[in-house]
């Protein structure tokens, strides 16, 4: 069973942190990029963050640069999202997803280049 399992969401206030992370089981995960999205309450899911299959390069959305960063652990499988200096506007469901391709790096903002995604975490942020 193809399971990623996102943890991590919660409530917190304005310039406080958090720690996302995405469990995978039932896939392959070391040799695939992974990537976070969120979904704002009314908005279209958007881009956070990708990062490669070897941890070697990373990108970010313009809005989270130097202030979240993406990591993975392949030995648990496991991809994580440091959020410091949260916003009111980082409030969204955020959600984890694999690239369909395997040692792909292009095409990370996309949506449509990942096929398994969890089922989304909740952060909210109070100002």
């Known amino acids: 069973q193809v399971q990623l399992v996102e943890s991590g969401g919660g409530l917190v206030q304005a310039g406080g942190s958090l720690r996302l992370s995405c469990a995978a089981s039932g896939l392959t995960f070391s040799v695939y990029a992974m990537g976070w999205f969120r979904q704002a309450p009314g908005k279209a899911r958007e881009f956070v963050a990708t990062i490669a299959w070897n941890a070697v390069s990373t990108l970010y959305t313009d809005s989270v640069k130097g202030r979240f960063t993406i990591s993975r652990d392949n030995a648990k499988n496991t991809v994580y999202l440091q959020m410091n200096s949260l916003k009111p506007e980082d409030t969204a469901v955020y959600y984890c997803?694999?690239?369909?391709?395997?040692?792909?790096?292009?095409?990370?903002?996309?949506?449509?280049?990942?096929?398994?995604w969890g089922q989304g975490t909740q952060v909210t942020v109070s100002s």
């Open positions: 997803a694999r690239r369909s391709t395997p040692m792909t790096w292009t095409g990370g903002l996309k949506e449509g280049n990942y096929d398994y």
